[in-house]
């Protein structure tokens, strides 16, 4: 019986898709694909990955360089001080800004902004519960080890629904 592949939320390819690319990789790779074998792989025109690839040197460089920035910003961490206590938090979240033209720019705010804004903490808040619920399907299959965390997650989002 062949597996069924889905795309993932935020994946740039389709369910439809995400079949052809999964069984590509079970037939062609033995089931473990590699980074350079998929890549390696991509250099086909006819490969089923080959159009997610930007095969453009310059441009691959520059969204590198995005990609390598991001990863910079998502590492970087703030000492805060709560309740008398210090510990050490994501310094900056990415966040949806509304711009004056109507517009909506994805940029990082710093947590300090955040806590100020009721907008940008929703949606950091928000972002922090799909996280706990992918976090949640992704370990289903461990509830007899996850079974109490579980559990506190359901209540935090129980609480969440109230307030």
Same mark, same amino acid.
């Given at each position: 019986?062949?597996?069924?592949?889905?795309?993932?939320?935020?994946?740039?390819?389709?369910?439809?898709?995400?079949?052809?690319?999964? @069984?590509?990789? $079970?037939?062609?790779?033995?089931? +473990?694909?590699?980074? &350079?074998? *998929?890549?390696?792989?991509?250099? !086909?025109?006819?490969?089923?990955?080959?159009?997610?690839?930007?095969?453009?040197?310059?441009?691959?460089?520059?969204?590198?360089?995005?990609?390598?920035?991001?990863?910079?910003?998502?590492?970087?961490?703030?000492?805060?001080?709560?309740?008398?206590?210090?510990?050490? @938090?994501?310094? $900056?979240?990415?966040?949806?800004? +509304?711009?004056?033209? &109507?517009? *909506?720019?994805?940029?990082?705010? !710093?947590v300090e902004i955040i806590v100020q804004d009721k907008d940008l903490k929703e949606q950091v808040i928000?972002?922090?519960l799909e996280e706990v619920n992918a976090w949640q399907v992704r370990w289903l299959d461990y509830s007899?080890?996850?079974?109490?965390?579980?559990?506190?997650?359901?209540?935090?989002?129980?609480?969440?629904?109230?307030?």
């Open positions: 019986m062949a597996n069924k592949y889905r795309a993932a939320k935020g994946a740039r390819f389709s369910h439809k898709d995400a079949q052809i690319i999964g @069984t590509h990789f $079970f037939d062609q790779m033995g089931g +473990m694909p590699t980074p &350079e074998l *998929v890549v390696e792989d991509a250099r !086909s025109i006819d490969s089923p990955t080959h159009e997610y690839f930007e095969w453009d040197d310059t441009e691959a460089a520059r969204q590198h360089r995005l990609f390598q920035a991001r990863n910079i910003i998502n590492h970087l961490v703030v000492e805060i001080t709560v309740g008398g206590e210090k510990r050490m @938090t994501k310094a $900056f979240h990415s966040v949806d800004i +509304m711009m004056d033209d &109507e517009t *909506v720019d994805r940029k990082y705010a !710093s928000k972002r922090a007899e080890v996850f079974g109490g965390v579980f559990k506190a997650v359901d209540k935090v989002k129980k609480s969440q629904l109230v307030s």
